[in-house]
């Protein structure tokens, strides 16, 4: 399976890694260059392209940017793709957006919206770039750990469960985009590293309109 990912920063990179590493072909790109990507790519061992080479090559395609440039996203080009959305809403960086303040929405479908035609999956959103890298586990292990996903589309979510699966981890399927905002930023399921069954207890415990003290997701409390 081919693999875009749209966004070379550092989770970008780290997609690309553990996929280039579980037998994926990869192309990597950003909203510059390829040329900017060279030392990159082959480090990775992964192919560099444009934006929109990135989408045309994938068949799954993964958008990692900053969430206030998703309108920048192709989506023409995304039609009928499977798109692996990891963008979270960090206000002081993207400003406020009045629908997510007030709770309206979710950044998925949002983006979903944006790319009427692709198959949104949220996933990958909910690990810092250097756990994905490391965190991965055999099947079975005693300490492999989940990640949640949320798509409206049940064969996608198959597909992206696939994938993560071959990172090496365990995957919480918690339904529709509707219900992705329980592993948005500053829910207790963010960042955390936690087993399928806490994972489960703190998707379960999170509440729609309380937030967790901001950064405390980088303390990587275990399950």
């Known amino acids: 399976m081919k693999i875009g990912i749209l966004g070379a920063g550092f989770l970008g990179q780290a997609i690309a890694t553990v996929a280039k590493r579980s037998g994926y072909e990869v192309m990597l790109s950003n909203s510059r260059s390829r040329d900017t990507l060279t030392d990159i790519a082959a480090g990775i061992g992964c192919h560099a392209g444009t934006a929109a080479e990135a989408a ?15 309108r920048n996203l192709p989506a023409a080009q995304l039609a009928g793709k499977i798109v692996i959305d990891t963008c979270n809403y960090y206000p002081d960086r993207d400003g406020q957006i009045e629908v997510l303040d007030q709770y309206a929405t979710t950044t998925s479908e949002l983006i979903a919206r944006h790319l009427s035609g692709a198959r949104l999956v949220k996933a990958i959103n909910a690990i810092l770039a250097e756990d994905l ?37 365990d995957v919480v399927d918690t339904g529709r985009l509707s219900d992705s905002w329980r592993f948005e930023r500053a829910k207790p399921a963010y960042c955390i590293r936690l087993d399928r069954a806490g994972l489960q207890e703190k998707l379960a415990a999170a509440q729609r309109q309380v937030e967790l003290p901001h950064g405390s997701w980088r303390r990587g409390a275990q399950a």
């Open 56 to 70: 045309g090559f994938g068949e799954v395609v993964v958008v990692t940017v900053p969430f206030s440039r998703y």
């Open 133 to 169: 890298v490391t965190d991965g586990r055999p099947p079975r292990a005693p300490d492999r750990r989940a990640l949640p996903i949320a798509g409206d589309d049940a064969e996608a979510r198959q597909v992206v469960a696939g994938i993560l699966e071959q990172f090496g981890f």
